[in-house]
């Protein structure tokens, strides 16, 4: 079994804008945006305009789903 890439909220939220930035090099997603918070990160797949705000662990789901097809 993998050993996760994160062990804490800052490094989750850094992993999901990780693998945002390879979901748009691989052209799996048009854009994303990254809202930063004090205390949260607030993720948009593909913008603001177009999308939901997603938690970071939602994001990072959402985005390692893609990245692994």
């Known amino acids: 079994m993998a050993e996760p890439l994160f062990n804490d909220q800052l490094s989750l939220e850094e992993q999901a804008e990780k693998l945002g930035k ?5 052209g799996l997603i048009p854009s ?3 809202r930063y918070f ?9 913008n603001e ?21």
């Open 22 to 26: 390879q979901a748009v090099q691989r």
């Open 32 to 34: 994303f945006v990254v």
């Open 38 to 46: 004090p205390d949260t990160w607030v993720f948009y797949i593909p």
């Open 49 to 69: 305009r177009e999308s939901e705000p997603l938690t970071p662990e939602e994001a990072y789901l959402h985005l390692k789903h893609l990245v692994e097809q």
